[in-house]
């Protein structure tokens, strides 16, 4: 296993402003992916965090609003841009170990909540 | 494009009984189907995975089976505890690593 750090652990921010979330891993990752989960709702993939180039969105995400990076293999950001209220939800880190058998594991997720 | 449906949103068991969550995908190059836990405030935990060249793992009072001509698998939890209340999610996932998430089910065990 391996300890996933991310920061803040939570935060209250104003209409309009932008907030970046730090994942930190402690082991070698291969893949590193960032997810949404609103409130009592599922987990929704966002894009994957590829190192030093541009993520990989899925479907209903854009870079303008959810810029990603990933300078090296243990270290991602994210950014949710010019917010609203529909954005406050749990963003959560996710990897997969180098070595491991391909299994995913979550950070303890960034609760955002907009005013 | 890929889906995962759960069922049921909702489940209520006695102590002692079993609980038993279904899934349902749609993209046959799915050859992951991992199951995890969700506590209140916590993270979600991986509590038992299947790969596509299996049909049945268990792990002490919890067993996943797959049927991967229906494209379905399911999540089996026997002699159940209170600690076992949470939210499950099943997901899928291909060679790209990311995973596709189920909707999620409600465990409520009754002591």
Known sequence: ?115 | GENVEQHPSTLSVQEGDSAVIKCTYSDSASNYFPWYKQELGKRPQLIIDIRSNVGEKKDQRIAVTLNKTAKHFSLHITETQPEDSAVYFCATGGNTGKLIFGQGTTLQVKP
């Open chain 1, 1 to 115: 296993s391996a300890v996933i750090s991310q920061k803040p652990s939570r935060d209250i921010c104003q209409r309009g402003t932008s907030l970046t979330i730090q994942c930190q891993v402690d082991s070698q990752v291969t893949m590193m992916f960032w997810y949404r989960q609103q409130p009592g709702q599922s987990l929704t993939l966002i894009a994957t965090a590829n190192q030093g180039s541009e993520a990989t969105y899925e479907s209903g995400f854009v870079i303008d609003k959810f810029p990603i990076s990933r300078p090296n293999l243990t270290f991602s950001t994210l950014t949710v841009s010019n917010m609203s209220p529909e954005d406050s939800s749990i963003y959560l880190c996710s990897v997969v170990l180098q070595g491991g058998a391909g299994e995913l594991f979550f950070g303890e997720g960034s609760r955002l909540t907009v005013l």
